[in-house]
């Protein structure tokens, strides 16, 4: 019977997952802010969302899968006040917003398929959902929960009583931990801007260069004059058209609790009086060298950054699925080569496999009830690794890793009972070597083997003979 147990954001324990409906599952995960390529602390919460997605798909569950795209609307600092990201990128390189838009929502599209992630359902973009957006915040005017000032329309965070309960900080607390407030005309320091309007005569004003002010190239007209969505309002809207309200589980990283689904659920909750989702999935952040990433230290390396080194991205999903979702995971070069190393020794030992037949019962009972105790990817790499090296007939484990990786997606289905093609002269150095092995001569079979070395290739002694490969 499947039962799985996850930890719950909201509830703060581990509870057994309940879908609202008997085979149908809505899962939303906030998306990317598409000003620079993702980089790959951004890609963990990805991963670990995708290993969910397997796992309830593996089960029979038809997921309906929805990432937003953030095209307009995230400032600078996760603020209320300053620039637009995407407009700042935009003015950066010399292009338009929405080609920047374009340009770096694609790039995200070639790095989830290159870290073998499967594309979601389906990726609402802000910007074509302004409508929604305005919608949502008439209802919330309508209920008295905001209010106007000469930059924006607020959420007045003091008007809901629940505010703070989701990330366990009450709203005193929160106002006593926030940042100084600019805008002087908030209510509150916790209140978070709905709608920003644009300058007057158009303009929009850059407090990071505040002696220049800038045509918004993103801008739309509303009930309460030219601007622009809030950060937080886009994924209250874009979910509820997509999946309804409430929805099974809604997605991210551990940094967007204390704010970004703070605020989410406030507005949703107000406007709608019902849960926005049912089940809250976070993901730890990624360290580097021990260090948070920022640009200061120059540690936010993009996957076509391992790529320069010598990394495929297959080898950073290996790495991420060592540690728990949980938990906070440290990226090292180092880490990153062991990852590599490890997966290289994967392809090697499934390649020329007989034919996948029946699996192993056993071991993918092991292997679920792994995943199923809270998605513990790294125990469930270990039974991967316990079926690879068993003793049983390689058709049946071929069988069973098959079944294993379409949930890790490490790429070994597609090489599974594949030989690696040998030149002739390997052939005949194996040959050769079989033959002194044959007659106990050590000596020359080690010659032989390191000749193979020469010409780039290695050779493994197993029970079912020698297994060449090309070196590394």
Partial sequence: MFMLKLWNTSSRTIEEFQPIASKRIGMYACGPTVYQRAHIGNFRAYVFEDILRRVLEREGYGVTHVVNITDVGHL????????DK????????????WDIAREFADLFLVDLKRLGIELPT???????NIPEQIALIQELERKGFTYTTSDGVYFDTSKFPEYGSFS????????EGARVITNLEKR???DFALWKFSHPNGRSFDSAQDDIQTKRQME??????VGFPGWHIECSAMSRKELGQPFDIHAGGVDHISVHHENEIAQSVAAYGAPLARYW??????LVDGQKMSKSLGNTYTLEDLEKKGFDPLSY????LGAHYRQKQNFTWEALSAAKQALTKLRHAVRGWDEPKTGCADLEAEFFSALHADLNTPQALAVLWKTVDSEVPTSAKAETVRMMDHILGLGLSGIIAKPIPVPDAIRSLLDARASAREQKNWSESDQLRDEMVSLGWNVEDTSDGQRPHPAD
């Fill in 220 to 225: 739309w007209d509303s009930p309460w004059g």
């Fill in 188 to 190: 509150n320091s916790t």
């Fill in 317 to 320: 999903r290996y790495f991420l």
């Fill in 76 to 83: 600078v600092g996760d603020v209320d006040e300053g620039v």
């Fill in 168 to 175: 366990g900080q009450p709203l005193e607390e929160k106002e």
């Fill in 122 to 128: 389906r990726m609402p973009k802000a910007t074509d």
């Fill in 86 to 97: 995407v407009e700042q990128a935009a003015r950066s390189a010399g292009k338009t917003a």
């Fill in 281 to 286: 999935f976070h993901v730890e952040f990624l």
